[in-house]
């Protein structure tokens, strides 16, 4: 027993790009429909304003699960709130239908907050070692990683020197040294053109055959689309709508539109 | 499956330290602060530290003529106390600057919403900025400790004890400043604000000696919580144990306060009550403390104590000394008679107990009484009042009281006193240009960047 890993096997594999059939049958697909949390009745105020009202969904283990909404929705909000850095007012979140408190969130789930560059004045490598060494990862495993996300151009740049791209990479890289099943990303595709972006959706979905299952919240709804399997539909903090496209569009009566058009309907 | 298991395996446990602490260090040694204030440090301390043994130097030209006069020549009052009064200035000044960046430097990118994440408990990562705080202050050192050293080389005399008491005495100062920026950082959500809540202390403190010291009543009082107070036992040369523990036990608190306000994701309601158990903890450990009189005079002269003879009479004279004190707090009849006897029969003596007969008076109020002036001693049912403040008068008095003789003072222990004129060149070569090159290479080589990871085997 090494001390470090709460929720997960430490020999868990680091992803590497070996690409798999996207349509064998994973780990995940197995674990479809199994509740892997529940967020319950979850209400936050500033002020007399709220930021999130009465929300509540589940997310099944090893799917993309995609929060949509506009600039201010409370995404972010959501996103905090589940991984327990963000005091909330009421509401509740369950493990595999077990109470699982903030101050216990972090062993089931990472948050990749948008918008943050750790470490400004430390080299990427030192920012990498720093997560690899918290998480006792191997040299295979940090190579594994940095070589899947594509950050090997600027490992010796300091954090401060790398566009927004590599920093967005270099927040992906660390997500993957973590060891949570669950990782919540805040706007995961912010910074990236569309051959990058597909190159992350390729290496989430890596992921989500190995079994990990990924909340991303994305206001670009054509990026959202591409990659994930169901949404919420988040807007003033209230939740309009949740499910696969499928299941959005029979509910708006929409047969062939696109995620614009369903959130559109019911927005 | 791994990923479904269920919640009662899950554990806190606790990650290896050594990445954090390595991470710590390296945030440290990546700010300009640390580096700007060595750099500044140099010319302060050099000159302090050159004006010093020049004086020093001086007064030993007529000290090496006469024994008598050299015997008043201690380079702990004419160099250490001047040279790391400078050190103390910088730490008062700069120092929480280099401190809050412990902290404040993750709060203003929001790296630190990652580091709550990691598996350590908040009071780990508060020990580990602690400790960068610790390593911060032994690098800040380097320009006073290296003043020593060339006194040292020069031929100067350093007594080990007071050096290292003093020494002390600055490390428990500059870490309770770093606790204190530890604490702003954590609820301040910028640095800059950060660095005014802990100036606030810091020259709050300085404010608060420089106005109210000296002032009868409840100003003397308030102006005993000044931070600059806590050097000046050392600088006295005395390691006082009810001091330690007050300091340690006020970092504690910062610390505890810190650890309280740093994670997130916990209501403001529950932060403030835990704020207030801590304070309420940490005012009970302070006032358990000022009952701990246990203290070592660390002194080669010992001017803290009577002559060793005396010493171990007084230890035995076992009846309780009750000590009268006809003064107003203020008076400087009052300050000579505390130091120069009533603060060693409180360390000499097993039972002391000192009143001021005025209480709070003023020294305006006071002096009109007729017995204004006069301190009396009563031990074992007998009493004597004498006016002086020299222990010359009032040793004799209190062997009377106590019916016992006084004993034989005791041959060749007097202090010698150790003058030295030494030159400057030296210390102003090393101070404005050694010292800064030095400096100025070792933040070249915190600048170089790491080795590549190695690659996939």
């Given at each position: 027993m090494d001390g470090v890993v709460h929720l997960v096997a430490p020999d868990r594999p680091i992803p590497s790009?070996?690409?798999?059939?996207?349509?064998?049958?994973?780990?995940?697909?197995?674990a479809r429909d199994q509740v892997l949390l529940r967020v319950e009745s979850i209400t936050k105020q500033y002020a007399n304003q709220a930021a999130l009202s009465d929300v509540t969904f589940d997310i099944q283990a090893g799917e993309i699960l995609g929060i949509i909404g506009p600039n201010g929705a409370g995404k972010t909000t959501l996103l905090e709130a589940v991984a327990g850095i963000l005091p909330i007012d009421r509401g509740d979140v369950r493990w595999h239908g077990k109470p699982l408190p903030p101050s216990r969130r972090r062993e089931a789930i990472f948050y990749l907050p948008d918008g943050v560059r750790p470490y400004l004045d430390q080299p990427v490598?030192?920012?990498?070692?720093?997560?690899?060494?918290?998480?006792?990862?191997?040299?295979?495993?940090?190579?594994?990683?940095?070589?899947?996300?594509?950050?090997?151009?600027?490992?010796?740049?300091?954090?401060?020197?790398?566009?927004?791209?590599?920093?967005?990479?270099?927040?992906?890289?660390?997500?993957?040294?973590?060891?949570?099943?669950?990782?919540?990303?805040?706007?995961p595709f912010d910074g990236?053109?569309?051959?990058?972006?597909?190159?992350?959706?390729?290496?989430?979905?890596?992921?989500?055959?190995?079994?990990?299952?990924?909340?991303?919240?994305?206001?670009?709804?054509?990026?959202?689309?591409r990659v994930c399997d169901r949404f919420i539909l988040l807007v003033d903090g209230r939740v309009r709508g949740i499910g696969t496209l499928s299941d959005l569009r029979s509910r708006t009566g929409i047969s062939s539109g696109s995620l614009e058009d369903v959130f559109l309907a019911l927005t | 499956m791994f990923f479904l298991r269920l919640p009662e395996t899950f554990r806190v446990q606790n990650a290896p330290m050594r990445p954090l602490l390595v991470k710590e260090l390296w945030e440290i040694l990546s700010g300009r602060a640390l580096w700007t204030m060595l750099l500044l440090m140099c010319p302060l301390i050099g000159y302090s530290f050159s004006q010093a043994a020049s004086l020093y130097g001086e007064a030993s030209v007529t000290g090496r003529q006469s024994p008598v006069l050299a015997s008043s020549l201690s380079p702990l009052d004419g160099v250490l106390v001047p040279t790391l009064g400078a050190f103390y200035v910088a730490v008062t000044l700069l120092f929480p600057f280099v401190a809050i960046r412990v902290l404040g430097q993750e709060k203003e990118s929001g790296a630190l919403r990652l580091l709550v994440q990691l598996p350590y408990r908040s009071s780990s990562l508060i020990a580990a900025k602690l400790a960068a705080v610790l390593a911060a202050w032994v690098l800040s050192s380097i320009p006073a400790i290296s003043a020593l050293v060339i006194w040292a080389m020069q031929g100067g005399h350093l007594s080990a004890p007071e050096t290292l008491n003093l020494l002390f005495g600055h490390l428990l100062y500059g870490l309770l400043v770093g606790a204190i920026a530890l604490f702003s950082a954590s609820v301040s959500e910028s640095a800059a604000t950060a660095a005014i809540v802990t100036l606030a202390f810091t020259i709050g403190s300085w404010v608060l000696d420089f106005t109210v010291a000296g002032q009868p009543g409840l100003l003397a009082w308030i102006a005993r919580l000044s931070l600059t107070q806590v050097l000046r036992t050392f600088e006295q040369g005395l390691l006082s144990a009810g001091l330690v523990v007050g300091i340690g036990a006020a970092m504690f608190g910062f610390a505890a306060l810190a650890n309280?306000?740093?994670?997130?994701?916990?209501?403001?309601?529950?932060?403030?009550?835990?704020?207030?158990?801590?304070?309420?903890?940490?005012?009970?450990?302070?006032?358990l403390a000022t009952q701990i009189r246990l203290t070592f005079d660390a002194t080669e002269d010992r001017r803290n104590s009577f002559p060793p003879a005396d010493q171990h009479l007084l230890a035995s004279l076992a009846q309780p000394l009750v000590v009268t004190v006809n003064l107003a707090p203020e008076d400087p009849r009052y300050a000579d008679l505390q130091r120069n006897v009533l603060a060693k029969l409180e360390r000499a003596m097993p039972d002391v107990s000192i009143r001021l007969?005025?209480?709070?008076?003023?020294?305006?109020?006071?002096?009109?009484?007729?017995?204004?002036?006069?301190?009396?001693?009563?031990?074992d049912a007998r009493s004597d009042v004498s006016r002086s403040t020299s222990p010359r008068e009032i040793l004799p008095m209190l062997y009377g009281l106590a019916g016992v003789s006084p004993p034989a003072p005791a041959p060749g222990s007097d202090y010698p006193g150790y003058p030295l004129v030494a030159g400057r060149q030296v210390a102003l070569l090393w101070f404005f240009a050694g010292l800064p090159l030095c400096i100025a290479l070792a933040w070249w080589w915190s600048r170089r960047l790491p080795k590549p990871l190695p690659a996939r085997s």
């Open positions: 790009n070996s690409a798999r059939p996207m349509a064998a049958p994973s780990a995940s697909e197995q490598t030192r920012v990498l070692s720093f997560f690899a060494g918290v998480y006792r990862r191997s040299t295979d495993e940090i190579s594994g990683a940095i070589e899947s996300v594509g950050l090997t151009p600027v490992l010796r740049k300091r954090v401060y020197a790398l566009s927004k791209g590599y920093g967005r990479r270099l927040m992906l890289t660390l997500g993957l040294l973590t060891p949570q099943l669950l990782l919540l990303m805040d706007e990236f053109d569309l051959r990058q972006t597909r190159e992350i959706v390729s290496l989430l979905r890596a992921e989500v055959a190995k079994g990990r299952t990924f909340v991303l919240a994305i206001h670009q709804l054509a990026d959202a689309e | 309280v306000w740093l994670p997130p994701g916990v209501q403001l309601r529950d932060k403030v009550i835990r704020s207030i158990v801590w304070v309420l903890v940490v005012a009970l450990a302070l006032g007969a005025s209480g709070r008076q003023s020294q305006a109020a006071a002096a009109g009484e007729d017995r204004y002036g006069e301190v009396e001693y009563t031990y």
